[in-house]
Nanobody
Framework: QVQLVESGGGLVQAGDSLRLSCTAS????????MGWFRQAPGKEREFVAV????????RYADSAKGRFTISRDNAKNTVYLQMSSLKPEDTAVYYC???????????????WGQGTQVTVSS
């Protein structure tokens, strides 16, 4: 069982940067692949980025490539999403999730945080 808590969301202007954090409870954090997803109003939850348990592999959605960076600190049980050059279309609730599977879709992730709102104004 893993409990996840996101933080770092907020209201920013287009072009700004923001770093999201997700802290996990439990001693098994380092064995989970960690993903970031987002959900805008009226839209389905979509993949943003994932990092493997060993940090050796990452993958990004096309919309995130070159602007977002996912990283993790297993000693702190925390995964980060550094977002730069933010656009209004990045506005969404951002969720972190944990899975034993290195996946870019929602289904394989059994553990989810409550989400943090990111709003980008134009």
């Amino acid at each position: 069982q893993v409990q996840l808590v996101e933080s770092g969301g907020g209201l920013v202007q287009a072009g700004d940067s923001l770093r999201l954090s997700c802290t996990a409870s439990g001693r098994t954090f380092s064995t989970y692949n960690m993903g970031w997803f987002r959900q805008a109003p009226g839209k389905e939850r979509e993949f943003v980025a994932v990092i493997s348990w060993s940090t050796s592999s990452t993958r990004y959605a096309d919309s995130a490539k070159g602007r977002f960076t996912i990283s993790r600190d297993n000693a702190k049980n925390t995964v980060y999403l550094q977002m730069s050059s933010l656009k209004p279309e990045d506005t969404a609730v951002y969720y972190c999730a944990a899975s034993q599977v290195f996946a870019v879709i929602v289904a394989p992730y059994p553990y989810w945080g409550q989400g943090t709102q990111v709003t980008v104004s134009s």
